[in-house]
Nanobody, 124 residues
Framework: QIQLVESGGGLVQAGGSLRLACEASLRTIGAATMGWFRQAPGKEREFVAAITWSGSSTKYADSVKGRFTIARDNAKNTLYLQMNDLKPGDTAVYSC?????????????????WGQGTQVTVSS
């Protein structure tokens, strides 16, 4: 069983930054695509960003392009999300997900494993 544990959430003012981390409990995540999703109260879960196993390809939601950066360190089995210029609309529970395979995907239904999530709150 693969476990994903997120960290790094918190409360920040608009315009501030946070870095989320997601540690995977397996020997290697090198063969898996990984992604970040978020869900705000009363809204459906939405795609934020994804990265291939090599880190050479990434994909972002239009709402976060230019502000968020996804990265991974396979040696540490850890996925990151650097979030800059945060806005109140970014407030949500952020979850990391892992998909076995090389295809870059923004579809939550294609992911096999999920973390519990970490709360990000951006005040105006």
């Amino acid at each position: 069983q693969i476990q994903l544990v997120e960290s790094g959430g918190g409360l920040v003012q608009a315009g501030g930054s946070l870095r989320l981390a997601c540690e995977a409990s397996l020997r290697t995540i090198g063969a898996a695509t990984m992604g970040w999703f978020r869900q705000a109260p009363g809204k459906e879960r939405e795609f934020v960003a994804a990265i291939t196993w090599s880190g050479s390809s990434t994909k972002y939601a239009d709402s976060v392009k230019g502000r968020f950066t996804i990265a991974r360190d396979n040696a540490k089995n850890t996925l990151y999300l650097q979030m800059n210029d945060l806005k109140p609309g970014d407030t949500a529970v952020y979850s990391c997900a892992l998909r076995i395979g090389a295809l870059l995907s923004s579809n939550a239904r294609t992911y096999d494993y999920w973390g519990q999530g970490t709360q990000v709150t951006v005040s105006s």
